[in-house]
Antibody
């Protein structure tokens, strides 16, 4: 059974950093692109970033460029999102999702940026 | 990277058909067939309903269908059921090698 479990969310102040993790199981992680998608409270979905199977290609939405870094460790079946210089508008539930199309999603982890 | 445009809400009676539109540009929906649709119930993760414009994953009811014309993609739900009441989002690949979601549509079953 495919499982994606996010962790690392929490409450941080503006300007601080946070690292999200997504642990994958039930499939060959190294064979799939992986993405992060977020959803602000009461708002719509927003694609954040993705990374190629071997980590050689990464893409991200303009609003997080230079602040967020997506990475992966295929030996640990894990996906990461390093979030620096956090802003109030980054407050959201962050989901990891497998490949494209995104047939498998995690349950999400809530990041709250507030002073 | 503006969000794709969807109607805020669509409603229908049980058994009826409804269509949700998703309008983009020539930099996303108009050029790429990587358009997919997701259903999201409150407090839940999104669920894939349609991918590559019109393909249905196994396990998804054949009451759901997708199409595309020029810069607009559409999701049709036929034989509307109470369980279809949810938020629906389209998404498309873009010429910037990114993805963009639609603004979302709340479907209400009257």
């Amino acid at each position: 059974e495919v499982q994606l479990v996010e962790s690392g969310g929490g409450l941080v102040q503006p300007g601080e950093s946070l690292r999200l993790s997504c642990e994958a199981s039930g499939f060959s992680f190294r064979n799939y692109w992986m993405s992060w998608v977020r959803q602000a409270p009461g708002k719509g979905l927003e694609w954040v970033a993705n990374i190629k199977e071997d980590g050689s290609e990464r893409n991200s939405v303009d609003s997080v460029k230079g602040r967020f870094t997506i990475s992966r460790d295929n030996a640990k079946n894990s996906l990461y999102l390093q979030m620096n210089s956090l802003r109030a508008e980054d407050t959201a539930v962050y989901y990891c999702a497998r490949g494209y199309p995104w047939a498998y999603w995690g349950q999400g982890t809530l990041v709250t940026v507030s002073s | 990277q503006s969000a794709l445009t969807q109607p805020a809400s669509v409603s229908g009676s049980p058994g009826q058909s409804i269509t949700i539109s998703c309008t983009g540009t020539s930099s996303d929906v108009g050029t790429y067939n990587y358009v997919s649709w997701y259903q999201q119930h409150p407090g839940k993760a999104p669920k894939l309903m349609i991918y590559d414009v019109s393909n249905r994953p196994s396990g998804v009811s054949n009451r759901f269908s997708g199409s595309k014309s020029a810069n607009t993609a559409s999701l049709t739900i036929s034989g509307l059921q109470a369980e279809d009441e949810a938020d629906y989002y389209c998404t498309s690949y873009t010429s910037s090698s990114t993805y963009v979601f639609g603004t979302g549509t709340k479907v209400t079953v009257l």
